[in-house]
């Protein structure tokens, strides 16, 4: 199914606005539409965990910004928020299940440690890859 990858963004902003207003977190956009091919869906929940975990790790005050860069045949997803830099030694196991940076979160509750491991799984279905960088 060919869809606008843009206006899932924004489905998932519309989500998350509360959420980012009580924590004075401003959710930004940039980028065009963008037609891609595959689950709407998929790409929403995969955007949904996505933009869940940077919430929960961008201080008050600061903001989130989602950009869509369209290349030749394919395009990048870019989520970018400030926060505690995540060590080298994580970054490669950052989207294993279960995995946690911090594991004093899962006493807490605080989510359900599968949530990055579901974007890779969508996003490798769709013949896509993850990456993320920390500094």
């Given at each position: 199914?060919?869809?606008d990858?843009?206006a899932?963004?924004?489905?998932?902003f519309?989500?998350?606005e509360?959420?980012?207003?009580?924590?004075?977190?401003?959710?930004?956009f940039?980028?065009?539409?963008c037609l891609?091919?595959?689950?709407?869906?998929?790409f929403?929940?995969a955007?949904?965990?996505l933009l869940?975990?940077?919430l929960?790790?961008?201080?008050?005050?600061?903001a989130?910004t989602?950009?869509i860069?369209e290349?030749?045949?394919f395009?990048?997803l870019?989520?970018?928020n400030p926060?505690?830099?995540?060590?080298?030694?994580h970054?490669?196991?950052?989207?294993?299940?279960?995995y946690?940076?911090?594991p004093?979160?899962?006493?807490?509750g605080e989510?359900?440690?599968?949530?990055?491991?579901?974007?890779?799984?969508i996003v490798?279905?769709?013949?896509?890859?993850v990456?993320?960088?920390?500094?």
């Open positions: 199914v060919m869809f990858l843009r899932e963004v924004m489905k998932v519309e989500f998350f509360a959420w980012a207003e009580e924590r004075n977190i401003t959710l930004k940039n980028g065009m539409p891609v091919e595959g689950d709407p869906q998929m929403r929940r955007i949904n965990n869940s975990n940077a929960r790790y961008t201080p008050e005050g600061q989130i989602v950009s860069r290349q030749e045949s395009f990048d870019v989520i970018e926060g505690k830099p995540i060590p080298e030694e970054l490669s196991r950052l989207f294993d299940r279960f946690r940076v911090d004093s979160r899962q006493r807490k989510g359900s440690g599968i949530g990055l491991a579901i974007v890779k799984s490798e279905a769709h013949h896509g890859r990456q993320v960088e920390s500094d």
